[in-house]
């Protein structure tokens, strides 16, 4: 199978000699920007057929940061795996998850009178939501959607003000490439939902839209879609999860779930980020 992973990557135009291994993941440098995204498509196939998954993971020149993001990770890949909520959605999963945590940060301001401000704000402050949670979706401002854009993904393009030269692409040993959260050990840091609920919400997005990972980098996942949501409806209804789920691609964003849903609506692509 290696051989033939091997095979596929340099019948592709990728420099083996490029590769750089963490945890038995190959990491390889290939150019930025549209041939990037287009390397993915073409990987796409073959490596399924052999149980693999390619992700493209930012900037190459921050290796490093990824390097340490994966040797960081204390459980096994199958450990993680297993602690994927099974038998309630995703978003009520989070949702556990995230009262659990904020009992937990109660109990540390209690047993520490130093902290007696922040317990009193924790206290009265009640569940946090986002600014946002309670808006009502307005179709009369949302702009039409002719054909779908080409794809423009952030982490294999840059940023305007810095557009990357070269970019990492890895190959994830992962049959189901939802999964691919437990390989590379993103989640769990600041608001960050944990690694397993990563992993649930992408199963069943992959279900409901044909929606996969193409991007993770250390504070960013990107997804490509066969199957764009279609009505303004579940436009808006994807989009008051996703805003449960990243609320800094509104806070910090677009500034309403109204127009996340209207960039959501028939769209072939999603961006989330975690400040």
């Known amino acids: 199978m290696k051989d033939q992973i091997t095979q596929t990557l340099a019948s592709a135009g990728i420099d083996l000699s490029t590769c750089r291994t963490v945890k038995d993941i190959p990491f390889f440098v290939v150019g930025a920007g549209k041939p990037a995204v287009e390397l993915w498509k073409s990987l796409v196939s073959p490596l399924q057929q052999v149980g693999h998954w390619p992700i493209i993971c930012g900037d190459a020149e921050e290796f490093d940061r990824i390097e340490e993001q994966i040797s960081d990770q204390e459980e096994n890949v199958r450990e993680i795996l297993a602690q994927v909520p099974a038998g309630i959605s995703a978003a009520a999963a989070h949702a556990a998850e995230r009262a659990a945590q904020r009992q937990r940060m109660l109990e540390h301001f209690r047993a520490d009178p130093k902290h007696q401000e922040m317990l009193k704000f924790f206290e009265t402050a009640g569940e946090e939501e986002g600014s946002c949670s309670n808006e009502s979706p307005d179709y009369t401002t949302w702009s039409s959607r002719g054909k779908p854009p080409e794809l423009r993904i952030q982490s294999a393009y840059g940023y305007h003000r810095d557009p990357y030269r070269?970019?990492?692409?890895?190959?994830?040993?992962?049959?189901?490439?939802?999964?691919?959260?437990?390989?590379?050990?993103?989640?769990?840091?600041?608001?960050?939902?944990?690694?397993?609920?990563?992993?649930?919400?992408?199963?069943?997005?992959?279900?409901?839209?044909?929606?996969?990972?193409?991007?993770?980098?250390?504070?960013?996942?990107?997804?490509?879609?066969?199957?764009?949501?279609?009505?303004?409806?579940?436009?808006?209804?994807?989009?008051?999860?996703?805003?449960?789920?990243?609320?800094?691609?509104?806070?910090?964003?677009?500034?309403?779930?109204?127009?996340?849903?209207?960039?959501?609506?028939?769209?072939?692509?999603?961006?989330?980020?975690?400040?």
């Open 166 to 275: 070269s970019v990492l692409l890895a190959i994830i040993p992962a049959a189901n490439a939802a999964d691919s959260p437990a390989y590379l050990n993103f989640g769990g840091f600041n608001a960050c939902p944990s690694t397993p609920i990563h992993i649930a919400h992408l199963r069943e997005w992959k279900q409901r839209f044909g929606a996969v990972p193409i991007a993770i980098t250390d504070a960013v996942i990107e997804m490509f879609l066969t199957n764009p949501v279609q009505s303004k409806e579940d436009a808006w209804l994807l989009a008051r999860d996703f805003y449960a789920y990243c609320p800094d691609i509104v806070d910090q964003g677009t500034g309403t779930v109204n127009r996340l849903a209207n960039e959501i609506w028939k769209s072939p692509q999603w961006y989330f980020w975690w400040d």
